[in-house]
């Protein structure tokens, strides 16, 4: 009993003194605003911003209002984030799968990969890859074309799409049913194989079935897709769709340095998996991919999630280095804010507050994951 | 205890409010400390970059040294440190730092800020566009659909979407922060057009291999007055004002530092107009006693520093590697053309 009362007290007086702690601060920064003539104010956020971004999913010009410009920011880091944890994820899964899988020349090409990538920092590797991919790609009048697909030039990839229309949704439809049709086939096909033993394939003829689905209609004459091809056209390729060479470049970069952080931690998590389940899987006739698949990374997973989450959280907040090579991020458009309305304060904590919100976002679906695959286990 | 705390509390704001009432608080705590503490750029080749002994050499800091000689016999006395663009300004309003020789232009918002004072145009800029010759572009009006780079977070941004919004022109902007980037993607052609200060694109085109393959075009798309910035004061404003006439009247008078002493050996048989610029006894000396200033001011600031065309020839002229004419131009002195009207001293 008395033990506990001490530790109420310790406890009350360390919330007491973060409030104090707190109240410090905030009346320190009113008191040395008001001294410098600063009024804090969010107002700005409806003014007309005046700048273009390079690139947005969402439509923004001079002519949006700093709120508006800044959501396109936050989109922005938001699409590199999840295209980077994509990327560092299967780079990193394949190569702590490499560096954990026997075979001596697989052991040393990832163990070398790793200990380069865990000891440069990422904003080298970025601007290295930067410079490199920016002298070495053609310009855009001499880009270079796959197969009169694709043109590929130092400014940006691209591409043909499909405009706006009945196609383009039909289109996205059948992207949506594909893995649907694909999960609920796969729950019928396990319990067919734990009645009768047999197997069905699943992933593959549905996916030849979208794929008719998409071309069928479209041979027949029933949908006509709208495609709109690049073209070149004065300065740049006009029509079609681009991915910008700044962006592939922060994608690369990002995958490749966390892809092998996470690969130690996939190598770890595989370490920790007993060597029993490993003789026992080789016992049971099953080949290495499908003792990988199906015995080793279902254990090793569980190990793995809790600091695979923090992986993720470090790339989100590494998009930032995204401002040094153009791409119009959460901070680049901060920073460009920063220096139009004079207003440090207001955006950083706007920035910060996006910044703990993805983060928080991010941890939480990490933690439901993890939940659901230890419950698996128990 | 208290007592301790309370008595320094009690001096701080009765010597704040008697600092106020003071005519000239800031020259007063200049002249107290013997120290001029004033803002440059951390790196900008011909204004302001750290020599071999980290001291700040260039255009822009022959200005903080022409204030220290003016107010305090020295020119080596001014304290000049390196900030970056937006901290400069508020490291003034918050009376972090006396004056700043930044190239910081002087617009109506920025001057409408009662911390701070615009003094004196000490360079006449404008933000143009550069390209490499292969592309055959003679004029910015024949940029449409081109991609643009330009430095992240300056007024570039700003001044090239006005531009282009107002001449209907379509563009797409690349905002690169790392310079070597930017430099890099301009001149591989991942960008057609490099936009930023012609000054500034005149120091980079340098930095290409082949400099000659790349032309800045003529279109001048904003007004850069490059102003000298200081804490308000109107003694000090006055003071930083009239040195830098000193350094025009100089220049047209053909004053240089190394002839200066000549000069003053034998100043009676000099023209009016030097006799009443160097004489204690004439134009200079008056002001130096109303202002608050050592009575030969106006020599320290000539012999140490020199007159504006010397320090333009130093820092940014023929001799240089940035080679910028200067004839013709607005920069050049209003007997030959440009915008530098010397004031008169008498």
């Known amino acids: 009993m008395r033990v506990l009362r001490s530790q109420i007290f310790w406890q009350v007086a360390a919330v007491g003194l973060l409030i104090w702690l707190g109240y410090i601060l905030a009346q320190n920064i009113e008191a040395n605003l008001a001294k410098s003539n600063i009024v804090l104010s969010f107002d700005f956020l409806s003014a007309q911003a005046g700048f273009d971004i390079s690139e947005s999913l969402l439509s ?18 938001l699409v590199l984030a999840v295209c980077c944890i994509v990327g ?3 780079i990193g899964v394949m190569m702590g799968i ?22 440069l920092p990422k904003l080298l590797i970025l601007l290295a890859l930067y410079l490199a991919m920016v002298t070495t790609l053609p310009v855009v009048r001499e880009s270079w074309s796959v197969f009169g697909l694709i043109e ?24 949506a049913v594909w893995p649907i049709a694909i999960c609920v086939l796969g729950k019928v096909a396990r319990r067919i194989q734990d009645k009768t033993g047999i197997r069905y394939p699943v992933i593959w003829p549905v996916t030849m079935c979208v794929l008719i689905l998409i071309a069928g209609p479209a041979m027949i004459g029933l949908i006509d897709y709208q495609i709109s091809w690049p073209v070149l056209k004065g300065f740049d390729f006009a029509g079609g769709g681009r991915i910008s060479v700044q962006f592939v470049v922060l994608v690369l970069a990002l995958s490749i340095y966390h892809g092998g952080q996470v690969a130690e ?47 993720y959280l470090n790339i989100t907040k590494n998009t930032s280095i995204a401002l040094a090579v153009g791409y119009s991020d959460l901070v680049s458009v901060m920073t460009t804010s920063i220096n139009q309305t004079f207003r440090p304060i207001e955006l950083m904590t706007v920035s910060m507050c996006v910044y703990l919100g993805i983060c928080l976002i991010v941890s939480w679906l990490v933690n439901i994951y993890n939940a659901r695959v230890i419950a698996v286990r128990a | 205890m208290k007592v301790r705390f309370v008595l320094p509390a009690a001096f701080a704001v009765l010597a704040g409010f008697a600092t106020q009432a003071n005519a000239g608080p800031v020259m007063d705590k200049i002249k107290a400390e013997d120290s001029l503490v004033c803002l440059v750029n951390t790196n900008s080749p011909g204004f302001s970059v750290p020599d071999s002994q980290g001291v700040y050499q260039g255009f822009n800091t022959d200005f903080c040294r022409m204030t220290a000689a003016a107010i305090l016999g020295d020119a080596k006395k001014a304290d000049i440190r390196g900030i970056g663009f937006s901290d400069s300004m508020k490291t003034i309003v918050a009376e972090g730092a006396d004056m700043a020789s930044r190239s910081i232009t002087r617009t109506g918002t920025r001057d409408a800020n009662p911390g701070m004072r615009f003094v004196v145009t000490t360079y006449y800029d404008g933000q143009g566009f550069m390209i490499p010759k292969k592309l055959g572009v003679n004029h910015a009006s024949e940029l449409n659909g081109a991609t643009v780079c330009a430095e992240e977070g300056s007024t570039t941004l700003l001044n090239i979407a006005d531009w282009f919004g107002d001449r209907n022109i379509e563009y797409r902007v690349e905002n690169i922060a790392d310079k070597s980037a930017r430099l890099q993607a301009f ?109 030969d001011w106006s020599y320290q600031i000539i012999k140490q520093v020199g007159n504006y065309g010397e ?3 130093r820092h940014l002229g023929p001799n240089t590697s940035f080679d910028m004419a200067r004839t013709a131009t607005a920069n050049a002195l209003s007997q030959d053309g440009g915008l530098l009207y010397p004031d008169p001293i008498r």
Request: overall charge negative.
């Open chain 1, 60 to 77: 923004v010009s001079a002519t949006s209002s700093y709120g508006a410009v800044i959501l396109a920011g936050v989109i922005n880091t």
């Open chain 1, 88 to 90: 560092a994820t299967i």
């Open chain 1, 98 to 119: 490499m560096r954990s899988g026997g075979h001596y020349l697989g052991e040393r090409i990832a163990g070398l990969y790793i200990e380069i990538t865990r000891n």
């Open chain 1, 152 to 175: 590929i030039s130092n400014r940006a990839v691209y591409f043909p799409i499909v405009e706006q229309g009945f196609g383009l949704w039909w289109l996205w439809a059948m992207i």
């Open chain 1, 265 to 311: 931690l996939v190598r770890g998590a595989i370490a920790s998996v007993p060597v029993g389940q490993f003789e026992a899987a080789k016992a049971s006739g099953l080949s290495f991919a499908q003792m990988t698949r199906l015995v080793i990374l279902p254990q090793a997973i569980r190990a793995a999630v809790p600091s695979m989450g923090n992986q």
């Open chain 2, 187 to 295: 001149f591989a052609g991942k960008c057609d057009v490099l936009a930023s200060d012609r000054t500034a694109l005149s120091s980079d085109r340098l930095l290409a291999d082949n400099p000659g393959d790349f032309a800045i075009l003529p279109e001048v798309i904003s007004n850069e007055p490059l102003t000298l910035l200081s804490r308000p004061d109107d003694a000090f404003e006055t003071a930083i004002y009239w040195a830098f006439q000193v350094m025009l009247n100089a220049e047209a008078m053909g004053v240089t530092s190394e002839n200066i002493d000549g000069i003053m050996a034998d100043l009676a048989n000099q023209p009016k107009g030097v006799q009443r610029l160097f004489g204690q006894d004439s134009a200079a000396g008056e002001m130096a006693q109303q202002i608050g200033l050592p009575a």
């Open chain 2, 311 to 313: 320090v333009y020839d």
